[in-house]
């Protein structure tokens, strides 16, 4: 069953796309977004993984006053990016500062698929580098939260320069000794998965979620067959491309478990 992001029937209930059960929202919500029938993770915005994950009041956000705009004068973008603005309540693709987790002091950055489908543009890929070179300066574990659809078209080589330059920065976190924790959502896809999202120490994905660089209709388009659950979770796992899959309601305890292990 595929990780498919739950859709509003009334107000009171949801659907779930992956089994078609009707859930009440309250429980819905009280599951974090899990399917109670079939056990479909939906998706959850930056602030709903921070709240999962981080202790309370310890979060301190940085790099707030950067935010994207428009530097090939893309037709339509500004008005895609003030529509998500106002959808998730953030001004930009990807939260990041420091934060305690079980007590440990680390540096997080955390995607937003509701912001242009989680695309990396030029804010995102330098906010995730500020933050890995903080890490790095301040000998904190880094933990990023990836969703993604890939390195946005809108701001072209502009964009893809994030997957070098992110990639070098987990490098340089890593040749100081410090530990890298890769935590993959449901859809992470393109440039993402091809730089840093595939350089954690630990790499860990939740259940069911679709993981890979071009999607699998590209991929169809030039082999006879793929396997029903290519690029799922399941399937890297089995296949070696991530480390281990962690259900929505264990992982703030599996990552105090990791870090209790590093420290």
Aim: proline share 3%; with cysteine.
């Amino acid at each position: 069953m595929a990780a498919e992001r739950a859709i509003a029937q009334t107000d009171q209930t949801i659907i779930c796309r992956g089994c078609q059960a009707e859930i009440p929202l309250e429980m819905f919500i009280q599951a974090l977004k899990v399917c109670s029938a079939c056990d479909a993770h939906a998706v959850l915005g930056a602030r709903e993984r921070l709240d999962l994950l981080v202790d309370r009041e310890t979060f301190v956000e940085n790099d707030t006053g950067l935010y994207s705009i428009n530097p090939l004068n893309f037709p339509d973008y500004e008005s895609k990016l003030e529509r998500d603005i106002k959808k998730t309540g953030l001004p930009y693709e990807l939260l990041t500062g420091e934060g305690e987790i079980g007590g440990h002091r680390v540096s997080l950055a955390i995607g937003d698929v509701g912001f242009i489908g989680g695309t990396m543009g030029a804010v995102a890929g330098e906010k995730l580098t500020r933050t890995i070179e903080r890490a790095t300066q301040n000998g904190l574990p880094l933990i990023t939260v990836s969703v993604s659809g890939g390195m946005r078209m809108q701001e072209g080589a502009l964009a893809l320069m994030q997957m070098q330059k992110t990639a070098a920065a987990c490098v340089r976190h890593s040749e100081a000794g410090l530990f890298y924790i890769s935590i993959v959502t449901d859809p992470t896809y393109g440039g993402a998965t091809a730089s840093f999202v595939s350089l954690g120490h630990v790499i860990i994905a939740e259940p069911y979620a679709r993981i890979g660089f071009a999607g699998p209709r590209a991929v169809a388009s030039i082999h006879e067959q793929l396997p029903d659950n290519f690029q799922k979770s399941e399937f890297l796992l089995e296949h070696g491309m991530i480390d281990c899959i962690v259900h929505r309601h264990q992982m703030r305890s599996f990552l105090v478990s990791l870090l209790d292990w590093v420290n």
